[in-house]
């Protein structure tokens, strides 16, 4: 398993941008995929969003399609989560994830990450 921490969230007028970041600690960073999820108050943790090892594939819920855009640097064993356009809908506490890259590209479940970081905060006003 991997060591996660997030950083980067915070408060935000809508239409406004934010930019989350997710570091690793442990050795096989660059074999892990990596995704980002979200829970806002009373709801299920939903994800949000999910990048391959090396970097070349990447998912998006339909929400955030064209918004967001999830990127990784392996060298510096950081994933990130570029929030633009953001909406008061996007409040919600984010939490990045990492699982082997074996999973089926079609298994979006939180259940299937192992690791996960303590959460940032991303709140946005109207």
């Known amino acids: 398993q991997v060591q996660l921490v997030e950083s980067g969230g915070g408060l935000v007028q809508a239409g406004g941008s934010l930019r989350l970041s997710c570091a690793a600690f442990?050795?096989?960073?660059?074999?892990?995929?990596m995704a980002w999820f979200r829970q806002a108050p009373g709801k299920e943790r939903e994800f949000v969003a999910r990048?391959?090892?090396?970097?070349?594939?990447?998912y998006y819920t339909d929400s955030v399609k064209g918004r967001f855009t999830v990127s990784r640097d392996n060298a510096k064993n950081t994933v990130y989560l570029q929030m633009n356009s953001l909406k008061r809908e996007d409040t919600a506490v984010y939490y990045c994830?990492?699982?082997?890259?074996?999973?089926?590209?079609?298994?979006?479940?939180?259940?299937?990450?192992?690791?996960w970081g303590q959460g940032t905060q991303v709140t946005v006003s109207s």
């Open positions: 442990g050795r096989t960073f660059n074999t892990y995929t």
């Open positions: 994830a990492a699982r082997e890259a074996y999973y089926s590209h079609t298994d979006f479940s939180p259940d299937s990450f192992h690791s």
């Open positions: 990048i391959s090892w090396s970097g070349g594939t990447t």
